[in-house]
């Protein structure tokens, strides 16, 4: 089992940053793969960035060169850093770990960007 829970979601201005954290419950070294995916209303949820456990990483067409994850494997969080936010960013975030072929999901953390 792994629990996860996310901050530093909220309400910012187009153009402007926010950064969302997830902390794990076990050591991040132990899980496969840690990413976040958002979700929309009336949309289905998608991948936003991934990063695996041997350091790869992968991010939509939508948010190359804007967002960056990374993760801290003393403090088993992992980071999304969004830069340069628009308007259609606005979503649910939700962290996700893969552990043993199992999905994880934390309780999801608003983003709202406003025009």
């Known amino acids: 089992q792994v629990q996860l829970v996310e901050s530093g979601g909220g309400l910012v201005q187009a153009g402007g940053s926010l950064r969302l954290s997830c902390a794990a419950s076990r050591s991040i070294f132990s899980i496969n793969a840690m990413g976040w995916y958002r979700q929309a209303p009336g949309e289905q949820r998608e991948l936003v960035a991934r990063i695996h456990s041997g350091g790869n990483l992968n991010y939509a067409d939508s948010v190359k060169g804007r967002f960056t994850i990374s993760r801290d494997n003393y403090k088993n969080t992992v980071n999304l850093q969004m830069n340069s936010l628009k308007p259609e960013d606005t979503a649910v975030y939700y962290c996700?770990?893969?552990?043993?072929?199992?999905?994880?999901w934390g309780q999801g953390t608003q983003v709202t960007v406003s025009s």
């Open positions: 996700n770990a893969i552990y043993y072929g199992n999905n994880f």
